[in-house]
Structures are given as structure tokens and as C-alpha cells.
């Protein structure tokens, strides 16, 4: 499932290769996704992120607003042969962005523009004193936290196991015996987590591929996820991998408290 790192690298090429262009018409392909009409001449002037969700704004006021849930993929093409799970498809005068998507969960809606919409993001303005302020008193689980996306958007299971080793805290960690220090530990290793990968462009482990079809480079960099057995990186001791609200949750025990 792309998390915060790949929606990222998706949204700044999509900037680099449709901003200020023309959209020439829209086609959907799947009676599941909503029919969207009307595009023909419209401008884009802008493309967003806000957690995991792509905002693409148009000159007319309205955006197209994108979430690939779980298989979702835009790719970009100069020919307009549709590649297999195509659901929809935007063209351009240059070339073509398709939604590809085998599972069908991705969503495409055309949404009147608000302004100062911004999202709880632990990347962008959302202060840690805040998070504190809504959250510290928790009985919750760290990771559970991390990952619940009505607190903080953008972060799954890869990057919260990631950012979680980096900053020294047992994933199964109570939220309320955390002390000030470690909050800050858990924020900075977020942001400087989240920021290499999107350096990165994502993590490709399964099937996550960027706009124009590579795959990233992050899963180069993991020092824990999907490391079961493997040597811990500080400690020299042995990663294994638990169970945590389901997910398959990777850690060092000697480093992790
Ligand atoms: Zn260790």
C-alpha cells in the first residue's frame, strides 16, 4: 500500500509534468469509480498532497482528488495503449496519465476547492506539542498510534517499524509512559525517515511504482522491516518480528525499549 513516501514522489512528478498543462478529455473505465465529466480545457494549476490522498487543482476552482488505497498506480505514458488494470485515464497533448489498479480500491472524485484544508501530518505543520496535548495521555499502543490514520496521515507499517528502531522505541510501547525525549526522538527520526524516502522515491517491496513506472529505492535502506533473522545494525543482536493489531511488526529487542 503506498504510504506518505510514495504519494510524495508521485505528486512532485506529477507536478513537473502536468502543471500549467491542459487537460484534453477524461475516460473511465470501471463502473465502480464515479463518471467524470467536463474536463476538457481545464487547466492544472497546482498538485497536492494531504496524507496519502493526490489533489490536483484545477483553474476552474474544483480538484481531482486521488486516493490509491491499496494496488492504486498513476502511470504516465506517451501512447494512449492502456495498460492492463487501466481504470481511468487523463489525457494531455503530450501523453497520457493512467489509473492502474488491480484490486479496485482506488477512488477519483472532482471536488470543490477548499482553502486551509490542511491535514494532520507529522511531515508538514502538525506540531509535536499538539500531538501531545490530543494524544500523550493514550493507554494505546506506539505503533498503533503511528498508524492510526485519524491522528497523524501518511505513515503504514514499513515506516513506523523504521521509524520506531531509529528512535529506540518497542513498538509495543504504551503512548502514556513515553517521556518528552522520546517524543522527540519518534518525531525527528519521522521526518528524517519519511524525507529519505521520498529522496528515494518510495519503497517498492511488492508492487509500489512511480509515475513513469520504476521502481523506488528505499527498500535498499530498511534496517528492520522484513529484516526477520537478520543482524541489528547497532547492537549486532538478532531482529525478529511480532505480531501487533495484526500487522507483522519488525524490532530489535536489545534496542528497542
Ligand atoms: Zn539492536
Known sequence: MPELPEVETLCRQLKKKICDKRILNTETFDSKLAE????????????KRAG??????????????????MTGRLLWQKI????KYSRWKMAFADGYIFLV???????????????????REIFGDFELTELLKLHGGRKTKIKTLMMDQSVVKGIGNIYACEILYRAGIHPE?????LTAAQWRKIFSQAKNVLKKAIAKRG???????DLYGRKGENQHQLKVYGQEGKKCAIC??????IKLSG???????????
Open 36 to 47: 467524470i465529466k467536463n474536463m476538457r480545457g481545464k487547466r492544472v494549476v497546482a498538485v
Open 52 to 69: 496519502k490522498t493526490i489533489a490536483i487543482d484545477l483553474d476552474d476552482g474544483n480538484s481531482i482528488v486521488i486516493h490509491l488505497r
Open 80 to 83: 494512449s495503449t492502456m495498460p
Open 101 to 119: 489498479d488491480p484490486r479496485r480500491f482506488a477512488t477519483v472524485r472532482v471536488v470543490r476547492r477548499k482553502e486551509n484544508g490542511a491535514d
Open 173 to 177: 510501547r504504551i503512548v502514556a509512559t
Open 203 to 209: 519503497t517498492s517491496i511488492s508492487d509500489w511504482r
Open 236 to 241: 549486532g543482536g538478532t531482529i525478529c518480528r
Open 247 to 257: 500487522r507483522g511488526t519488525y524490532l530489535c529487542p536489545g534496542c528497542q525499549k
